[in-house]
């Protein structure tokens, strides 16, 4: 039974380009969640979807999007990269989206901006 | 909105001592708390949970307690191994956010054999 999946798991891009990262969930899971994880501190919260729409929305610029598609997997699209966007992002995913639901992670993918 | 303050930063301990890991979270209508383990260049990985119903929850050699009065939770690690080593992070879901967890700082946990 496969785990959450990301992809690619690292890149590297030039400030001002943009990304896209991708995650597929668990089988069975509706909702996904972005967090973006700066070296040394805890995951923050960027986007929650499910069923294909938006649930929630952390502190983070415009710059930032996201999408899920029919077949839950979503993608995290991230515009003039700035040197401060250097993170691993985190995809993960839960069978609801009521509180109680554990969330499990995916790899990350780690992004570096130069 | 929620706020979540994990103590302390790094934590050393000897084989088979016991590791306590303090959590205190601002919203008192958050009501699940989750602690995930990373190991280096590794994901999070859930590894206990307890809702706002429950005061204790027991999983083996891990347990968590839930003060809400006092808004706090606590991971106990009892008999710890060297493979314990790694980073520990508490977390909260706000009341009626699901999907969203706000993530302490995180702990560095260091057992010594």
């Known amino acids: 039974d496969a785990g959450v999946t990301q992809s690619p798991t690292h890149l590297i891009k030039t400030r001002g380009q943009h990304v896209t990262l991708r995650c597929s969930p668990i089988?069975?899971?509706?909702?996904v969640s972005w967090y973006q994880q700066v070296l040394g501190q805890g995951p923050q919260f960027i986007f929650q979807y499910y069923e294909k729409e938006e649930r929630g929305r952390g502190n983070f610029p415009d710059r930032f999007s996201a999408r899920q598609f029919p077949n839950y997997s979503s993608e995290l699209n991230v515009n003039a990269l700035l040197l401060g966007d250097s993170a691993l992002y985190l995809c993960?995913?839960?069978?609801?989206?009521?509180?109680?639901?554990?969330?499990?992670f995916g790899p990350g993918t780690r992004l570096t901006v130069t | 909105g929620e706020n979540v303050e994990q103590h302390p930063s790094t934590l050393s301990v000897q084989e088979g001592d016991s590791a306590v890991i303090k959590c205190t979270y601002s919203?008192?209508?958050?009501?699940?708390f989750p602690w995930y383990k990373q190991e280096l260049g590794k994901r999070p990985q859930l590894i206990i949970d307890i809702r706002s119903n429950v005061g204790e929850k027991k999983d083996q050699r891990i347990a968590v307690t839930l003060n809400k009065t006092a808004k706090h939770f606590s991971l106990h690690i009892t008999e710890t191994q060297p493979e314990d080593s790694a980073v520990y992070f508490c977390a909260a879901t706000p009341y009626n956010q699901g999907g969203k967890l706000i993530f302490g700082q995180g702990t560095e946990l260091s057992v010594k054999p």
């Open positions: 089988s069975g899971h509706k909702s």
């Open positions: 919203d008192s209508a958050s009501n699940y």
């Open positions: 993960a995913s839960s069978a609801e989206t009521r509180p109680s639901y554990e969330q499990y």
